[in-house]
């Protein structure tokens, strides 16, 4: 399977995302590429962190490296049979890298926070979508709330605005805004590895894991 994590707003978490679920699936057995296709090369900065954090054992446990352009399309084709999965991290912008993500991947997960400027953006990437299923009909397209806020009608009317957008689906597994995940990820982990373990945390990656891949399979 090929998963992207995309989007047209940057600053969501796509980046935490994608190394998240890249760990999880590894840890389920799974041989998975990384892909980094964002400039700022976070996804990639993370593995490197996470070689040294884990040298003593296995290392990362996935294979990462680094594309942009179009080369994100024929590299990932190339690559596709060797791996059990790939995981593509793009930038938030609307660019030749994401748009090449698009038109190979089974599903592209789009985190969105509760605010005004990321439910704007979220339109504009409907419309990059719509673009996208002329050329790559297999296409899913999934958009969840990352960072919602512990309580207020914010989440629940961020979510009513993802729901009618007819090119993308509404994913009910809300990431919390919780520092469990910043604090894992300076450390080259997941939250699900992270001690001491925040069991919020790892119940709400863990639950928006096994809803993507069920949607998948």
């Known amino acids: 399977m090929i998963l992207v994590c995309g989007g047209t707003k940057g600053g969501v978490g796509k ?6 679920l ?3 699936r590894a840890a389920q057995g799974k041989d998975v590429l990384l892909v980094d296709a964002d400039d700022q090369g976070t996804a ?6 996470r070689n040294e ?15 942009h352009g179009a080369a994100v399309r024929t590299e990932v084709q190339r690559l596709a049979q060797k791996y059990d999965d790939i995981m593509i991290d793009v930038g938030g912008r609307d660019t030749t890298g994401q748009r090449a993500a698009l038109s190979i991947a089974d599903i592209v997960v789009i ?14 990437m409907s419309g990059l979508l719509e673009e996208a299923h002329a050329f790559n009909d297999r296409l899913k397209a999934i958009a969840i709330l990352n960072r919602a806020d512990p309580q207020g009608k914010d989440n629940q009317e961020a979510a009513a605005v993802a729901k009618e957008l007819k090119s993308l689906t509404y994913l009910d597994a809300p990431l919390g805004n919780r520092k469990a995940f910043r604090n894992a990820a300076s450390q080259g982990l997941s939250v699900t590895e992270l001690r001491p373990k925040d069991a919020k ?9 096994e809803k993507i891949f069920s949607i998948a399979n």
């Open 15 to 20: 980046s935490t995302i994608a190394i998240s």
């Open 22 to 24: 890249t760990i999880l």
């Open 44 to 49: 990639s900065d993370f593995t490197a962190v």
């Open 53 to 67: 954090t884990l040298s003593d054992s296995s290392g990362a446990g996935y294979t990462s490296i680094k594309l």
């Open 111 to 124: 985190p969105f926070l509760p605010a005004s400027f990321d439910i704007w953006a979220l339109e504009i």
């Open 201 to 209: 945390a790892i119940k709400e990656i863990t639950n928006l894991y």
